[in-house]
């Protein structure tokens, strides 16, 4: 096809998805995939930190009523349902009367990169930017829990935020709502976060409060987040029930035929954690890149599981690997740089490679994934680049 490429030529031309710019409040120049409900992309460029400035973050919502606007005067986060005391708090006494907790994690939605996926998905086409990095600042989860007191009987919590709008017809999905198990570890270190990078968060991205989740996906990062339900059985609604399932299989993994066979079993994708990944962010194989020169390789790397232990550069398409240099660690959920300065044999087409393996031992397939819904893309990344005379 004869598309032009913007991002170099090679076997992944587009590392983010081909869209106009534009511009939303509070936000710089991002991606537009769609605009009901609103799916920015972030811009390759802005991985090329550690941290992603708030203003260059993604955004992702479902519906296409969306706040502008909260009054704090007048917002309560509610936690109710199967709890000793119910809880309305103020945005004051969230922050001056539970202790703020910090910790820097990967929001990354469940189908980036999912333009990707053969045969082809439906959904939203996602490049590579729909991820980003922050650190979050809030209240723990669990402190709340334990100031409403849980009562016996408690299987999920569900949580619920400000936005609404119609959802698929008939499935009574005007609001969307997700659910975690009670019991489920990655609780532990979630936070009912009011800050993001230290600022208030962009309203595109949850204010005056979202929960962070740290390690998985973030459809579970609900933003505006303003119900804290316990529930005494699981939820059925249709984004626990219907949305974001992925097969019950090894690494989520099916055929086409299976899915069409209708028997598939199928899982939410809060069963799992988001998998190892990387990414080279420079060079982007925009320009050529003069020979008998070093160039200097950057990129990033985040796993669900556990921090990035090691990550392997390749100059030949993934046959030999060397591991590159790790930057600062900035905990077990964050994106951690990695770079590596790479010397060119010769003149001509190469094609460069990245792979991770987090603490888990899990270590980044060079197959690709499939499965209905356009999740866990985690393969191996590529960036094809010209070496040649300067010209
Ligand atoms: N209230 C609300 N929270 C939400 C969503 C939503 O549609 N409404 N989408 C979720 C999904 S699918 C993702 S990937 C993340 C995206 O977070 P961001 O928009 O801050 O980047 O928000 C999650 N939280
Ligand atoms: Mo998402």
Redesign the pocket.
């Known amino acids: 096809m004869g598309l032009p490429s913007f991002t170099g030529p090679g076997p992944n031309p587009y590392w983010n998805g081909v869209n106009p710019f534009v511009s939303y409040p509070q936000k710089l120049p991002l991606l537009r995939m769609t605009d009901r ?1 609103i799916q920015l992309e972030t811009p390759r460029p802005y991985f090329l930190t550690p941290f992603t400035p708030n203003a260059a ?7 296409d009523l ?1 706040p502008n606007a909260v009054d704090l005067s007048t917002w309560r986060l509610n936690l109710e349902g199967n709890v000793e005391r119910p809880l309305q708090l103020g945005f004051d006494e969230l922050v001056k009367n539970f202790k703020a907790v910090s910790v820097a994690a990967v ?5 980036n990169s999912r333009s990707r996926f053969q045969p082809r998905v439906s959904g939203a086409q996602w490049g590579n930017g ?1 991820m ?1 990095n922050a650190r979050w600042t809030g209240v723990r989860l669990r402190e709340l829990l334990a100031s409403a007191g849980m009562k016996s009987g408690t299987v999920q919590l569900q949580f ?4 609404r709008g119609p959802g698929p017809e008939g499935k009574g999905a005007d609001a ?1 709502m ?1 659910s975690l198990d009670l019991t489920d570890p990655a609780l532990d270190d979630a936070l009912v976060a009011y800050l993001m990078n230290d600022e208030p968060l962009p309203m ?3 204010f005056p409060v ?2 962070v989740v740290p390690g998985k ?9 303003t119900w804290i339900r316990a529930l005494t059985k699981e939820d059925t609604n249709y984004w626990m029930a219907t949305a ?1 399932r992925i097969p019950d299989t090894p690494k989520g993994n099916t055929t086409p035929a299976e899915a069409a066979s209708g028997t598939l079993k199928t899982v939410s994708i809060g069963h799992v954690r988001m998998p190892v990944r990387s990414f080279i962010v420079v060079p982007d194989g925009s320009s050529k890149l003069p020979s008998g020169l070093p160039v200097r390789v950057q990129g990033i790397a985040f796993s669900g599981d556990g921090s990035v232990v090691k990550v392997e550069f390749s100059e030949d398409d993934g046959r030999s690997w060397v591991e590159a240099a790790l930057d600062a660690d900035h905990g077990p959920h964050s994106f951690r740089i990695w770079e590596h300065t790479w010397r060119p044999s010769r003149a001509g087409t190469h094609v460069i490679a990245v792979r991770a393996t987090d603490a888990k031992g899990n270590v980044q397939p060079d197959a690709p994934v499939w499965n209905p819904g356009g999740y866990l893309w985690n393969r191996v990344e590529r960036q094809a680049l010209i070496v040649g005379a300067a010209s």
Request: proline fraction near 0%.
């Open positions: 409900g973050f993604y955004v992702r919502y479902h519906l969306i929001n990354q939605c469940s189908g729909g980003g619920q935020g400000l936005d969307v997700k595109l991205n949850g979202r929960l996906f973030g459809v579970y990062w609900i933003k505006h987040l974001y």
